[in-house]
């Protein structure tokens, strides 16, 4: 069974750029979150799909973007790119939306650099 | 909110030693916790989860730990370090509160471990 597969895995950008990272989650599952990790701020969530449709948003701005497709598949967009953006952006699956017993299998996630 | 903190960011251990890391939460309502590994430049891997049942919890690799209610705590444990455990661990707590709150995990600082022959 084939895991979370992240695309593009490392990309590099400059500021005022956007950027579209693509996640394929594990076959089957429908719930799909991206997580942004800097040494910094460590791990933090952005927002959760289930079923095409946004049930849950972290802390971000709004040129942090996303989408849900009806394969399950997900896309994160972020417009007027900043330095600090820079980041691994993680992507993560599970078979249901609240977690319970199916926990997040996550992907090996994809490095944004920003010049 | 349901937050973790991870005493120490670094912890080192000799091979075969014990190894124990800290992880203390906080939530309003009964915890989902889990633990993940991070190896350099790759995702998080689940080593083990408690959401209901029995507190002691077996992982992969030989890792467990233990959910105790009245200490808010759910260290992770190996008994014997192996030089391939060296990575970084982190804790995390569902954020589950509602039916229709979605789904997130808040992630503790990590422990980077450290094995030493």
């Known amino acids: 069974k084939a895991g979370v597969t992240q695309t593009p895995r490392y990309l590099i950008k400059t500021r005022g750029q956007q950027v579209t990272l693509s996640c394929s989650p594990i076959?089957?599952?429908?719930?799909v979150s991206w997580y942004q990790q800097t040494p910094g701020q460590g791990l933090q969530f952005l927002f959760e799909y289930f079923s095409e449709t946004q049930r849950n948003k972290g802390n971000f701005p709004g040129r942090f973007s996303g989408r849900q497709f009806s394969n399950s598949r997900s896309e994160m967009n972020v417009s007027t790119l900043e330095l600090g953006d820079s980041a691994l952006y993680l992507c993560?699956?599970?078979?249901?939306?609240?977690?319970?017993?199916?926990?997040?299998?996550f992907g090996d996630g994809t490095r944004l650099s920003i010049l | 909110a349901q937050s973790v903190t991870q005493l120490g960011s670094h912890v080192s251990v000799s091979e075969g030693a014990l190894v124990l890391l800290r992880c203390n939460y906080s939530s309003s309502v009964p915890p989902y916790l889990f633990w993940y590994v991070q190896y350099p430049n790759q995702g998080l891997q689940l080593l083990l989860k408690y959401t209901t049942g029995a507190t002691l919890v077996k992982g992969i690799n030989g890792f467990e730990a233990e959910f105790k209610k009245s200490e808010t705590s759910f260290h992770l444990t190996k008994p014997s370090a192996h030089m391939s455990d060296a990575a970084e661990y982190f804790c995390?707590?569902?954020?589950?509160?509602?039916?229709?709150?979605?789904?997130?995990?808040?992630f503790g600082k990590g422990t980077s471990l450290l094995v030493t022959p």
């Open positions: 995390a707590v569902s954020d589950h509160e509602g039916s229709n709150s979605g789904y997130a995990l808040n």
């Open positions: 993560a699956s599970s078979f249901s939306p609240t977690g319970d017993n199916q926990p997040q299998h």
């Open positions: 076959s089957g599952h429908r719930s």
